[in-house]
């Protein structure tokens, strides 16, 4: 199921002092396998000092150009990150998974005017959708509210101005600085005032189609919550994480007892018996099944699996509807067995 493929980095952009642009070349006969939309992410594997590690990061470059980007920030104690900003050099091969995740936008033969509220890495699938939608029709428009900490610290800014370039009337950019005063920029974090000042001042006379969040759960939080109390309505609101927050997990502390489970992957099943106190994923990963995963922290939507027979329960969950949890759709990585037996089908999703 982790169906892992062998790219060729074919090349590295430092973005800023902290971050890199890492890209691929997609040869012919994997270019159907990696084909994605905006907004998608990919899984990189590398061994690291002997441990196998899974990383998820959002593509910039657009559909069909033959080559996927995705933009890798240094993170404290990250030890991929920290790899891929001084290690990954150009004809570098690393283990790449096909495109997945559900943040996307599709074009349609209509106009749509779209607004994005992002900050620091949560750029990166911006920049695919933002090029997507401005391409998609001539009548299209696509405002960017993007925050950091200080100019230097702006991903893609080279990017994002030649953007502001060719789409002058289509195209429009509000950076927002939380350590610095710059000229055309506002000063702080993106919150409440940011998002009235934009849907409700700059941008009254737009009827947005679709709005795009992608950055720490605090602000999307706080911007979708806003955006709603304007009167948009949910279903217009999209959001990714890039980083969510520790939830603690208290329901292990109310389980006992085991449960005997049974998981398909790849047309393959597979019984074991587990304790209710652990985690799904945690459990047949200890099996060493090939289950598809990568964050394992409830971020990315990589481990989604169906519930056949039995019940799971979730200690939370960011990523799926109502309407998929209803059809028996859970965060393996989040959810633990309440049941005495289990049944999940990865493939069925």
């Known amino acids: 199921m982790s169906d892992f493929h062998s790219l060729k980095v074919s090349a590295v952009q430092q973005l800023t002092p902290s971050a890199v642009a890492i890209s691929f070349a997609i040869p012919d006969n994997l270019k159907d396998v990696f084909s994605f939309s905006a907004g998608q992410y990919i899984t990189i594997s590398k061994e690291i000092n002997g441990v196998e590690l899974r990383r998820a990061y959002s593509i910039s470059s657009v559909p069909a150009t033959n080559k996927i980007t995705v933009g890798v920030k240094k993170v404290t104690d990250g030890i991929f990150s920290v790899y891929a900003n001084e290690k990954i050099k150009v004809g570098d091969v690393l283990e790449v998974m096909p495109p997945e995740g559900r ?10 005017h779209v607004a994005a509220f992002v900050a620091g890495s949560g750029i990166t699938p911006i920049m695919s959708i933002a090029e997507t939608v401005l391409k998609s029709h001539l009548n299209s428009t696509f ?23 060719q789409y002058t009337n289509r195209f429009f950019v509000q950076h927002v600085l939380s350590r610095v005063n710059h000229e055309g920029a506002l000063f702080g974090r993106i919150d409440t005032s940011t998002v009235n000042y934009i849907v409700k001042n700059k941008f009254q006379n737009v009827s947005f189609d679709a709005f795009y969040l992608c950055g720490p759960e605090e602000m999307i939080d706080l911007v979708s919550d806003t955006l709603q109390e304007s009167g948009i309505e949910k279903s217009k609101i999209h959001f990714e994480l890039f980083t969510s927050s520790n939830t603690v997990d208290t329901m292990a502390e109310n389980l006992d007892g085991k449960t005997q489970i049974e998981v398909v992957v790849d047309d393959e099943t597979f019984s074991f018996s587990m304790d209710k106190k652990m985690l799904v994923l945690d459990a047949v990963l200890k099996e060493n099944i090939d289950a598809p995963y990568s964050c394992q922290g409830g971020v990315c939507s990589s481990c989604i699996a169906k519930v056949t027979e039995g019940k799971a329960e979730m200690v939370k969950n960011q990523i799926l509807t109502d309407a998929e949890i209803a059809e028996g759709l859970i965060l393996t990585c989040q959810a633990h067995p309440l049941t005495p037996t289990l049944k999940i089908d990865y493939d069925n999703v």
Request: proline residues 3%; charged residues 25%.
């Open 143 to 165: 405002v960017l509210v993007y925050g950091n900490q200080n100019t230097e610290e702006v991903m893609f800014s080279k990017e994002i101005a030649a953007l502001e370039k």
């Open 103 to 112: 943040f996307v936008f599709e074009p349609t033969n209509s106009a749509k």
